[in-house]
């Protein structure tokens, strides 16, 4: 009975502080998985399928029970300028779960039921963050606000436009019209990340930064341009269904090369600033639901590249991807597994002390 008690104890607690951001779980496993599919690592792109079902529905799960047993944290934190673009994990996890279905299972009706909670998810939610934090009286300094999780708002943005136009051709309204409302939601997404670096930048290059500050979720700096890159590619690649993508292509092609080039850029000083972080400040490495926001850009930068080798027929970028699809498996493996034994653990600790 006594350790019946812990667990649920545990369990709670575990509940009470649930990270606003854990659907990245399912956006970094989603993605690594068609990394995997594109290369045709078929077993480990359909296992990583099916563990990021279950993780999204354990998830969705999670967060409910959140809602109904720990609102008053659950508040806190959907209000807090620092954690409350977490939530827009949600919208990202079940756009890359739509395309998974698309792609590895060419499931089109569940790929178009996550596509309907996406888009719906994605305009409760952008327009409760920035009406939340506008309206709110107290305002936290810039330098105690901003991180790599603001870029949440181009990640979702961006999973929204490419699951729309993976599905043009399979849902109820006229293919010309999804197209567009992907393309409109490309640019939003482009300029968002244009505004949203900007002070990303600003803090880092003017704000004091401890080690323990700078962590894994800045790795969407390049993430965020990545997604683009396959937002572009994708709409790219259905320009031939589409009049008004034919007569921009140049316009596209371009602006998607562009957001390419700057995500490479960002990767060497992304790498030396972890090891800034963990060899010179000696910040020990330790299981944290962020990482999984590290995970996410490995994988994005490989998928993007090879499509965007294949929209711009540009042969010689294969080399990238096919080199760092291995880098995204080891670094999903090596997460995963610090996440599982993290848990194990814990409860484990709980039963050990009953």
């Known amino acids: ?21 854990y659907f990245a779980l399912v956006m970094a496993t989603g993605i690594v998985s068609i990394a995997a599919h594109n290369y045709s690592f078929h077993f480990i792109s359909r296992l990583l399928f099916h563990f990021n079902i279950v993780a999204y529905l354990f998830l969705c799960s999670m967060y409910i029970l959140r809602v109904i047993f720990y609102f008053p944290y659950f508040s806190a934190d959907a209000n807090d300028h620092a954690k409350s673009p977490g939530l827009l994990t949600f919208v990202a996890g079940s756009c890359v779960l739509g395309s998974q279905f698309v792609l590895i299972s060419e499931n089109f009706a569940v790929a178009t039921l996550l596509f309907y909670i996406g888009i719906l998810a994605w305009f409760i939610l952008i327009y409760f963050v920035f009406t939340s934090l506008t309206v709110k009286k107290e305002k936290p300094t810039i330098n105690n606000a901003i991180s790599g999780v603001w870029l949440l708002i181009i990640v979702s943005t961006q999973s929204v436009s490419i699951l729309g136009a993976q599905l043009a051709n399979s849902l109820p309204f006229a293919s ?53 890159t396959l937002a572009g590619s994708t709409l790219i690649l259905n320009a031939s269904n589409f009049d008004l993508l034919t007569s921009i292509l140049p316009f ?17 000083l992304i790498v030396i600033l972890g090891i800034w972080r963990h060899v010179f400040k000696q910040l020990p490495l330790k299981y944290h639901p962020q990482y999984w926001g590290m995970i996410f850009p490995m994988g994005m930068y490989t998928v993007c590249t090879f499509k965007l080798s294949q929209a711009l027929g540009l042969s010689f970028l294969m080399a990238i991807p096919s080199f760092f699809v291995y880098i995204a498996l080891v670094a999903w493996g090596i997460t995963a597994a610090g996440m599982f034994y993290t848990m194990g653990r814990d409860y484990l600790f709980a039963q050990k002390h009953s």
Request: positive net charge; contains cysteine; charged residues 10%.
């Open 1 to 21: 009975m006594q350790k019946a008690k812990l667990f649920i104890d545990t369990f709670l607690n575990d509940l009470k502080n649930l990270h606003t951001a």
């Open 176 to 228: 010309e019209l999804t197209l567009f409302f992907s393309l409109a939601m490309f640019l939003c997404g482009c300029m968002f990340y244009i505004i949203v670096i900007t002070l990303i930048v600003y803090r880092m290059s003017f704000f004091s930064m401890k080690a323990e500050e700078f962590a894994p979720p800045y790795w969407i700096n390049m993430g965020a341009v990545a997604i683009s």
């Open 252 to 268: 596209l092609k371009g602006f998607t090369l562009f957001y390419w080039a700057i995500g490479t850029w960002w990767i060497p």
